[in-house]
């Protein structure tokens, strides 16, 4: 069965809207997880590590004001795009890790495809 | 950095083989391997760390050169259903937290 899912699987909003997405890991806790973009037929980018309980840590060139990650508890970490435009119109995937080695397989959400009118 | 896959695309007919490969210009700690269909979220294949390790599963398998700083997926006898895009996912250190930087993966498709 599914490890972690996503919600909405897809949406459809105006310019200008912010947009929550949520993750949850739903066989086991997860202290950090990652959230990814992915724009059509390129690669997985990664945005930023939510860890439980402490501020995200955002990569280089993703706008902390705009992608605001909260990681409320060890199941649930929401991303919400704020203030969207439609280049921020792609599809959204989160991970997570069971553990905080290199061994742990890090398990992808179904993804939410975010367009923006 | 971002890992180098070749070939960016492969065509099959059923039951032909298939290597993909994954290249680092750093050290690398990790690989992970993930095949991904359209509209779908990434499916994990298998992770192989430092130290010359091997894995497979079903015809599917994998080595890790550290040497060479490379990865190969083996795809033997493929089936209709290994159509999709093959992703690599490289951690260059073991202390990065797992944070994974993936190739811009390799299109696979297998023809009847």
């Known amino acids: 069965g599914a490890v972690v899912s996503q919600h909405p699987s897809w949406v459809i909003c105006k310019s200008g809207t912010s947009v929550k997405i949520e993750c949850r890991s739903l066989?086991?806790?997860?202290?950090?997880m990652f959230w990814y973009r992915q724009f059509p037929k390129q690669s997985l980018m990664l945005m930023a590590t939510s860890n439980e309980g402490s501020k995200a840590t955002y990569e280089q060139g993703v706008e902390k004001d705009k992608f605001l990650i909260n990681h409320a508890s060890l199941t649930l970490s929401t991303l919400t795009v704020t203030s969207a435009h439609p280049e921020d119109s792609s599809f959204y995937i989160c991970?997570?890790?069971?553990?905080?080695?290199?061994?742990?397989?890090?398990?992808f959400g179904p993804g939410t495809r975010l367009t923006v009118l | 950095q971002q890992p180098v896959q070749s070939p960016q695309a492969v065509i099959l007919r059923e039951g032909e083989d298939a290597v993909i490969n994954c290249s680092s210009s750093?050290?690398?700690?990790?690989v992970h391997w993930y095949r991904q269909k359209h509209g779908e979220a990434p499916v994990f294949l298998m992770i192989?760390?430092?130290?010359?390790e091997q894995k497979g599963h079903d015809k599917i398998s994998a080595s890790f050169n550290e040497k060479k700083q490379q990865s190969s997926l083996y795809l033997t006898a493929s089936q209709l259903s290994y159509s999709g895009t093959y992703f690599c996912g490289t951690e260059i250190e073991e202390t990065s937290g797992s944070r994974l930087t993936f190739g811009e993966g390799t299109q696979l498709t297998v023809n009847p």
């Open positions: 991970s997570v890790k069971r553990g905080s080695t290199s061994t742990d397989t890090q398990y």
């Open positions: 750093k050290a690398l700690y990790s």
């Open positions: 066989d086991f806790q997860a202290t950090t």
């Open positions: 192989l760390l430092k130290g010359g």
